[in-house]
């Protein structure tokens, strides 16, 4: 079982920019496919970013030119860099992480409160 230990996150202005940082325990984290999703109060939680095992990365259209999912297999971290912040970037923020061979993300960080005050 893989766990997923989220940090970073907080409050800042429209405009700004903060990191999210996701610590996989175990030695599996280079054969993970991994995921930031968000879910804003009253919405479904969406995918924001993915990034494959084999590096291949994804971004939803609203955050792309503004965020950055990237991965450091030696510290079996995942990051999310997010720049120029908007209020409807807001939400709870969740990494994620699925076996390259897997459909569904399985395993979950327990999440990080992003807010973008206008």
């Known amino acids: 079982q893989v766990q997923l230990v989220q940090s970073g996150g907080g409050l800042v202005q429209a405009g700004g920019s903060l990191r999210i940082s996701c610590v996989a325990s175990g030695r599996t984290f280079s054969i993970l496919d991994m995921g930031w999703l968000r879910q804003a109060p009253g919405e479904e939680r969406e995918v924001v970013a993915t990034?494959?095992?084999?590096?291949?990365?994804t971004y939803t259209d609203s955050v792309k030119g503004r965020f950055t999912i990237s991965r450091d297999n030696d510290n079996n971290t995942v990051y999310l860099q997010m720049n120029n912040l908007k209020p409807e970037d807001t939400g709870n923020y969740y990494c994620?992480?699925?076996?390259?061979?897997?459909?569904?993300?399985?395993?979950w960080g327990q999440g990080t409160q992003v807010t973008v005050s206008s």
């Open positions: 994620a992480g699925r076996y390259f061979n897997r459909l569904e993300f399985e395993f």
């Open positions: 990034i494959s095992y084999s590096g291949r990365i």
